[in-house]
C-alpha cells in the first residue's frame, strides 16, 4: 500500500504495488462524484495550480474538477495568457508560482522532461499531465483502472497499444504500468513509428494491424498527431487510415470479449472507425469518469499530507532522458 | 475476567462479554426507538463496520423482522489531522446503498475516544442528505473527549489514562473477538 512520492512525474520505474495502492484508491473516489454533493473537504484550504504549456480540454478540466471535488483552490495558466509569451522560462515561471505557495502544480509541456525540470526547482508536489513524448501518468493510470474494472485484473492480459508509439507519451506511459502489472504489450504501428527499439521495452512489436489485435484481450489506440506527422513518417493519412485504422472486420480479430480504449480526442475514420468508437465494447466515456477519480487520488496522495512528510519522502523519479524523435509529440 | 499479560496488555473485555454487549444494546436501540421502522446503520470502517453488522442481526433477532439497510461509512476525507500525519491514509470508500433522507440513523463505532472521528463521521453522513437523527453506538468509551459528542448507546465504559491504548480485536478481521488495554 505504500506510496510515498513527493511528485508523479512518471510511471517507469513505479512498482505494481504502488500503483494498484493509486488504482484502489481512485476506485474509492468513484463515489463522491455520484452523490448530490459532489464534494469532500479533504483538500480546503489548499491550492492546486494547472500549467498547461499546450492546449487540453479533456485532462486540465479533469485536475480542475478533481481538485475542486476535494475542496482544493484551482486556477488554471496557459502558456499564451501568461508571462511566458514574454519570454520567461519554465524555471523561473515556475519559481514566482512556488512563491504564492501552492499546494501542488499539474503541469502539461511540450517538452520532454520538463515536468522534472520544475520538480528540480520548486518544493511543492509535481504531477506530470503530459511532457512531450516522454509520459502521461495519469492517463495510463485511467486507463489501468478502466481495463481493471472491466477484466478484473490486468496481469495475464493482452493489450495491443496501436498508433504512433514514437510520439506518444499515452503509449509509454501505458507501456510502463501495464508491464508492471503483468500484462504482456504489443505494441503496433508502422515502422517509422515504432522504431525496433521499442522492443528493448519488453514488448512484442508488430508492423500490421492484423497480427497485433489477433487474439487481444484489450486493444488501445492512441491519436495521430495529424498537425505534425502528416506526410513526413507515412506517405497520406489514407494511406495510414487503410493499414490502421481500427475497423469492426480488425476488432472481429481479436478476442470476442475485446474492450476498445482510446486516450481521446478522437480522429474518426483516421484511426478509428466511428462504428468502433462507439461500439458495445467501446470504453472511451468510461476512460473519462475514471480519468477524474485518478486524478483526485494523485491529489489526495500527494498533496494531504503534512509539508514536512513530503520533503522527508524519497526523491523523485529520476528524470528521464528526452526521448528520441522530434519534441511536441502529443497524447 | 481480566487477564493482564507481562507485556503490558491487559484483556478488559472476551468474546462472550463483547457479544453480551453488543445484544444489550440492540435491546436498548429497540426499547429507544420503539420500532424499527425507517432505521438504518452506518458502521465507520473498519471495525464499527462488523460491529453494526452484528448488533443488526441481533436487532433481526429480537424483533424477528428483516434486517434494517445498512451502510458503510470511510472518514479518512473527513479527518482533521490528515496534514499531521507522515503518509496518507488508504481510502477504502463509502457505501450507503439507501437514501439518508428522513432515516433513523445509528452510527456504529469501536472506540469513542476524542470524538474526532464521529465529527468526522457526521460531517460525512450529512454531505449523503439529511436523517431525521442520528445516534451513536460504541462498543468502549474510553473517555478524554475533545468535543462534545457523547454516545447513546456504549458497550463498557473504561476509564483509561490517555497515553494507554485501547485495542478492539474482532474475529472477522483479526481472528479473535477481545478488548485490551496496551500501557
Known amino acids: 500500500m505504500a506510496f510515498t512520492q513527493r511528485h508523479l512525474l512518471g510511471l517507469e520505474g513505479m512498482s505494481a504495488e504502488a500503483i494498484t495502492a493509486i488504482l484502489d484508491t481512485a476506485a474509492s473516489f468513484k463515489e463522491i462524484s455520484e452523490r448530490d454533493i459532489k464534494k469532500v473537504p479533504t483538500l480546503r484550504g489548499k491550492t492546486v495550480i494547472n500549467l498547461f504549456y499546450e492546449s487540453s480540454t479533456r485532462t486540465r478540466t479533469s485536475f480542475e474538477i478533481a481538485a475542486k471535488r476535494l475542496s482544493a483552490d484551482t486556477i488554471n495558466l496557459s502558456a499564451s495568457a501568461s508571462s511566458v509569451s514574454k519570454g520567461e522560462t519554465l524555471a523561473d515561471t515556475a519559481r ?29 508536489p509535481i504531477v506530470n499531465a503530459g511532457d ?23 496481469a495475464g492480459l493482452t493489450v ?33 513509428l515504432l522504431p525496433p527499439e521499442f522492443a528493448t521495452m519488453g514488448c512484442d512489436v508488430h508492423t500490421r494491424l492484423e497480427d497485433g489485435v489477433r487474439d487481444a484481450d484489450v486493444i488501445m489506440m492512441l491519436r495521430i498527431q495529424r498537425e505534425r506527422l502528416g506526410g513526413i513518417f507515412f506517405p497520406s493519412l489514407d494511406e495510414y487510415s487503410h493499414y490502421y485504422c481500427l475497423t469492426e472486420d480488425a476488432v472481429r480479430l481479436a478476442r470476442p470479449d475485446v474492450v476498445i480504449l482510446h486516450p481521446g480526442p478522437l480522429n474518426r475514420g483516421l484511426e478509428i472507425a466511428s462504428s468502433v468508437a462507439d461500439g458495445p465494447y467501446s470504453l472511451i466515456m ?20 503534512s509539508k514536512a512528510a513530503q520533503l522527508a519522502d524519497a526523491p523523485a523519479l529520476p528524470a528521464a532522458e528526452p526521448v528520441r524523435g522530434r519534441s511536441g509529440g502529443r497524447a | 475476567m481480566e487477564v493482564t499479560t507481562p507485556s503490558g496488555v491487559r484483556q478488559v473485555l472476551d468474546g462472550p462479554a463483547i457479544h453480551r454487549a453488543l445484544v444489550r444494546i440492540a435491546h436498548e436501540i429497540l426499547e429507544r426507538n420503539k420500532t424499527l421502522e425507517n432505521l438504518a446503520f452506518v458502521g465507520v470502517r473498519s471495525r464499527g463496520v462488523h460491529l453494526a453488522q452484528r448488533i ?8 424477528g423482522g428483516a434486517l434494517v439497510p445498512f451502510g458503510v461509512i470511510d ?41 474526532r472521528t464521529v465529527r468526522a463521521a457526521l460531517d460525512a453522513i450529512i454531505d449523503f442528505g439529511r ?53
Open chain 1, 96 to 124: 514566482n508560482l512556488e512563491a504564492m505557495r501552492p499546494d501542488a502544480l499539474v503541469v502539461r509541456h511540450p517538452l520532454s522532461g520538463a515536468c522534472a525540470l520544475v520538480a528540480r526547482h520548486v518544493t511543492c
Open chain 1, 132 to 154: 512531450g513524448c516522454h509520459e502521461h501518468p495519469t492517463q495510463a493510470l485511467l486507463d489501468c483502472l478502466t481495463i481493471r474494472e472491466h477484466r478484473g485484473q490486468i
Open chain 1, 160 to 192: 495491443a497499444v496501436v498508433g504512433d508509439l514514437l510520439h506518444s507519451r499515452v503509449g509509454r506511459s501505458n507501456v510502463h504500468a501495464l508491464r508492471a502489472l503483468g500484462a504482456t504489450v504489443r505494441l503496433v504501428g508502422p515502422p517509422t
Open chain 1, 286 to 305: 468510461n476512460q473519462v469518469t475514471n480519468g477524474l477519480a485518478v486524478r483526485m487520488a494523485i491529489l489526495y496522495m500527494l498533496v494531504a499530507r
Open chain 2, 56 to 63: 443488526r442481526r441481533a436487532l433481526q433477532e429480537i424483533d
Open chain 2, 75 to 115: 472518514i479518512t476525507l473527513y479527518r482533521d489531522d490528515l496534514d499531521r500525519g507522515v503518509q496518507t491514509p488508504f481510502v477504502k470508500g463509502t457505501e450507503i446503498p439507501f437514501a439518508l433522507e428522513g432515516r433513523r440513523l445509528v452510527l456504529v463505532d469501536d472506540v469513542l475516544f476524542t470524538g
Open chain 2, 131 to 183: 436523517p431525521e437523527f442520528i445516534q451513536l453506538a460504541v462498543l468502549v468509551d474510553r473517555g478524554h473527549r475533545e468535543l462534545p459528542i457523547r454516545a447513546d448507546y456504549v458497550g463498557k465504559n473504561l476509564p483509561t489514562s490517555r497515553a494507554e491504548r485501547v485495542n478492539v480485536h474482532l474475529a472477522e478481521v483479526d481472528g479473535v473477538d477481545e478488548v485490551v488495554i496496551e500501557t
